[in-house]
């Protein structure tokens, strides 16, 4: 297996890892970025982006991507595909794996693999990616003002995905699997008070349907242990809100996660309990999840790297 020895590493891609690679560039560092499964990140399957500040008319998630790669380029980030398969932070230089085939010895590591939004798993998910199903309010509820929408989740985060939506949308159903709400009580309250919001109990998503995009929802109703109610629910759009999965596994053995998997830094920066390397991005995340916070978080993690390499004599 060959080796090559780097002094920043910044494993994936999106907001983050693009703009840690920008600041690392800038700084004469020689930055190493590997894409990993999704080059450009989640904001690659968003259709238009309209919150991220310096585009008045909006912008294309994919094109947003593109920008910062090219930016990243221009400052002689060393852009490669490959995904991390392993890796081991117990000493310095820290060994990287990618593609189970090379092994990357970096004196510093900017982990920036993001989260990957939960999905219910139905074929039609995929079918209207990006028309009308969503795993982000903040991100594409703007789209839907004055419509219906549906979503689907009975903890915290379905509740405030649908409190947010209930403020721009002219209705907002919540598909709840079980016969009750797994929120804290403040938000249950929010909802079941919110007079744009009616919570669907005992309700599944087994479809989705629309010529152009969603135009509608196919709904299973349990009725009492053994009956069922099948029928269609006309919605605009389809936010999932089931969670995310942090791609943290392969850091598990040597980091601080929380329990859903999310990387624990010290508050207020990017910096793991191993010095050297950093989290930025949604993979150490679970509160806001946007395009640039993200960038804000990458911006950090590259600073923080720059000053630990020349504080080690590393540069």
Same mark, same amino acid.
């Given at each position: 297996?060959?080796?090559?020895? +780097?002094?920043?590493?910044? $494993? ?33 399957? /968003? ?6 500040? %310096?585009?008045?008319? %909006? =912008? ?18 060393? =852009?490669?595909?490959?995904?991390? /398969? ?9 060994? $990287? ?6 092994? $990357?010895?970096?004196? /510093? ?7 990957? #939004? ?36 009975? *903890?915290? /985060?379905?509740?405030?995905?649908? +409190?947010?939506?209930?403020?721009? #949308? ?5 598909? +709840? ?8 009580? $403040? ?9 744009? =919001? ?8 087994? *479809? ?82 946007? #395009? =640039? ?23």
């Amino acid at each position: 297996m060959s080796t090559e020895k +780097v002094k920043c590493l910044i $494993i994936g891609s999106g907001p983050a890892g693009y703009t840690a690679a920008i600041y690392t560039g800038r700084a004469n560092i020689a930055p190493v970025l590997y894409e990993g499964l999704q080059p450009g990140g989640q904001l690659t399957i /968003t259709t238009e982006v309209e919150n991220f500040p %310096g585009y008045p008319e %909006g =912008i294309s998630g994919t094109q947003l991507m593109e920008d910062l790669r090219k930016q990243a380029e221009r400052f002689g980030a060393d =852009i490669r595909n490959g995904i991390a /398969t392993s890796a081991d932070l117990s000493k310095r230089p820290y060994r $990287i794996t990618i593609d189970d085939e090379k092994v $990357i010895e970096a004196e /510093t590591v900017i982990i920036s693999t993001g989260a990957t #939004a939960k999905y219910l798993g139905l074929e039609d998910e995929q079918k209207y990616a990006g028309m009308g199903v969503s795993a982000c309010a903040t991100c594409d509820g703007f789209f839907y003002r004055k419509k219906t929408v549906a979503v689907v989740g009975g *903890g915290d /985060t379905a509740c405030e995905e649908a +409190v947010y939506l209930a403020g721009l #949308a002219k209705q907002v159903y919540l598909i +709840v699997r079980k016969p009750f709400l797994r929120a804290s009580k $403040i938000m249950q309250a929010r909802v079941m008070n919110h007079p744009n =919001i009616k919570v669907l109990f005992e309700h599944n998503a087994v *479809g989705l349907y629309g010529e152009n995009g969603v135009e509608g929802v196919h709904l299973v109703k349990r009725q009492g242990e053994c009956n069922e109610e099948r029928y269609d629910l006309p919605i605009d759009g389809f936010f999932l809100a089931i969670g995310h999965k942090p791609n943290s596994d392969i850091f598990k053995d040597y980091l601080d996660t929380d329990e859903v998997g999310y990387i624990i830094t010290e508050a207020g920066t990017p910096r793991t309990k191993v010095p050297g390397v950093f989290a930025a991005g949604d993979v150490a995340d679970p509160h806001y999840r946007q #395009a =640039i916070t993200a960038a804000g978080s990458g911006c950090k993690a590259a600073i923080e790297a720059e000053r630990y390499l020349s504080a080690n004599d590393l540069l």
